[in-house]
């Protein structure tokens, strides 16, 4: 009964009865005028006919009249000037009867074989030209008794209508109510940490198993989210056991061992590398969420790719020299996309670093911008050993570490920085398979009524020495700023 589903169920069952009864009322008063005035119809006809007779044969139509009327629903009297009944079944004038050829209700005596009673009836009265007075009518309370049956029959259906509507309400709460406390059990079940429970659901077209099905998708999604979490904690201690333990006994050893000035510092810098080290894991998981996390695109505007091209080149230029690498740029187009500039130099930067970086000596890096199907795409590609088919998907995870790449220093989320920034931006990244190593990232045109980008930028530093962009490749090993100070 406290149901908002039975109560907005009886509301319902209120209107619709409100409705009938409506009806009902319609109906009674519609079919007993309709029968009223067919009566009056019949009796008015009736009174001219036995009128237009001569005083025999008027007789003689009264008495026939009478005499074919079983149901004794016919009335009719002929009165002398004085009142006197001459012939018919009416044996006086009604009172309230006004001779004036109306029809009119009258409470009429009838007297024939059975008796004598008064009956309800619709009469009508006239003066003939002998000085009689003619009386006419029918009795109206069969009239009366098929409305009542009407009526009788519309209160029932509507008592059986409003019956059927208030265990409709009833049954649909009481399934809604079991639905809800199943829903609850499961999510009793889910909050105490079974997260592969589900809600359950059945056909798509009930709305219980809709909301059911969307539901399980956040579900699904939260579950994804939170053995995410839980794998990325795993590969941070243990990320970060290696270089703190390092440092613990770096410093360990160097207490026991140092014999001189220069030996303690030795210790002391090695022990700072460790801990740089560890801090940059933590300032890239950082960097990582802040990304992915943002919805902040206040500072998107037009991006022209081919001098972030250049730029990025020019950087990485020095580092590839000294490597004896050859980077060669190819962007002889004016391209441009919709997003943020500091976030796309930092992906950019982040796959020629890689790229720098695996590459051999004697190799060569390029960075091509070329316009394909509709999309601007900034490609960049190396001799090195390139990234296998089944590592395509597992190089975009945090932390991952190819056996080929990990006599690199770097902290393995390079790829995966790439990959929360394109997706913020709903570019396409794609990793091509073939000699060598080919990366792409692939984005529309920007639109032409974009303006050029504002100052203010929408993401901060999640550490301080974030801004400098430190490990670049955010576990490369050059640092950004070190190459532009190298180029400088």
């Not at 009429?108 to 009469?123: F, L, Y």
């Not at 510092?265 to 740089?276: E, M, N, R, S, W």
């Not at 930067?349 to 390029?366: C, M, R, Y």
Request: hydrophobic share 40%.
């Amino acid at each position: 009964m406290r149901s908002s589903t039975f109560r907005w169920t009886l509301l319902a069952t209120g209107l619709f009865a409100a409705v009938i009864v409506a009806l009902l009322a319609f109906v009674y008063s519609k079919t007993k005028h309709d029968l009223t005035t067919r009566t009056d119809g019949m009796i008015a006809a009736q009174l001219d006919v036995i009128t237009a007779l001569s005083p025999e044969q008027r007789l003689d139509a009264i008495n026939e009249r009478l005499k074919q009327d079983p149901r004794r629903v016919q009335l009719a009297g002929l009165f002398g000037p004085g009142g006197r009944r001459i012939a018919g079944n009416v044996e006086s004038l009604p009172p309230a009867l006004k001779i004036d050829n109306a029809i009119q209700s009258a409470i009429v005596d009838r007297i024939d074989q059975a008796g004598r009673e008064k009956q309800s009836a619709r009469t009508i009265g006239r003066t003939l030209p002998t000085g009689d007075i003619l009386v006419i009518g029918r009795n109206v309370d069969e009239v009366t008794q098929i409305a009542g049956i009407v009526g009788w029959a519309l209160a029932v259906g509507l008592i059986a209508v409003v019956s059927l509507c208030l265990t409709s309400g009833a049954l649909l709460s009481l399934r809604a109510d079991s639905r809800i406390a199943e829903i609850r059990h499961r999510v009793q079940r889910i909050v105490a940490g079974d997260l592969h429970e589900r809600l359950p659901h059945r056909t798509a077209d009930d709305p219980f198993s809709k909301l059911a099905m969307v539901v399980n998708g956040m579900l699904d999604e939260m579950e994804t989210l939170v053995h995410s979490l839980a794998g990325v904690g795993h590969n941070i201690a243990h990320d970060l056991r290696t270089p703190l333990t390092r440092a613990r006994l770096t410093l360990e050893r160097g207490r026991s061992n140092a014999k001189t000035l220069e030996q303690l510092q030795t210790v002391a810098d090695k022990t700072i590398d460790g801990l740089d080290q560890s801090l940059s894991i933590i300032t890239a998981i950082l960097r990582l969420a802040e990304i992915e996390n943002s919805q902040r695109m206040a500072g998107f505007g037009k991006v022209e790719l081919s001098d972030l091209v250049r730029e990025v080149g020019d950087m990485y230029e020095p580092i590839a020299e000294d490597k004896g690498i050859a980077l060669r740029i190819q962007a002889p187009h004016e391209l441009s996309a919709h997003g943020d500039r500091d976030l796309l130099i930092e992906a950019v930067a982040n796959l020629v670093d890689n790229a720098v970086k695996f590459t051999p000596s004697g190799g060569q890096v390029e960075i091509g911008l070329v316009c394909a199907h509709g999309e601007n795409i900034v490609r960049v590609r190396d001799t090195g050993s390139g990234i296998s088919e089944h590592e395509r998907d597992a190089v975009l995870k945090r932390f991952y570490r190819s056996d080929r790449t990990k006599h690199a220093s770097g902290l393995g989320l390079g790829l995966n920085l790439v990959a929360a920034i394109t997706r913020l931006h709903g570019f396409r990244f794609t990793i091509v398979p073939g000699p060598g190593c080919v990366v792409e990232i692939a984005c529309p045109h920007a639109p032409e009524s974009d303006l050029e980008r504002p100052r203010d930028r929408p993401f901060k530093s999640a550490h301080p020495s974030a801004s400098a962009r430190s490990d670049s490749a955010l576990g490369a090993g050059v640092p950004m700023r070190l190459a532009r100070a190298t180029h400088g």
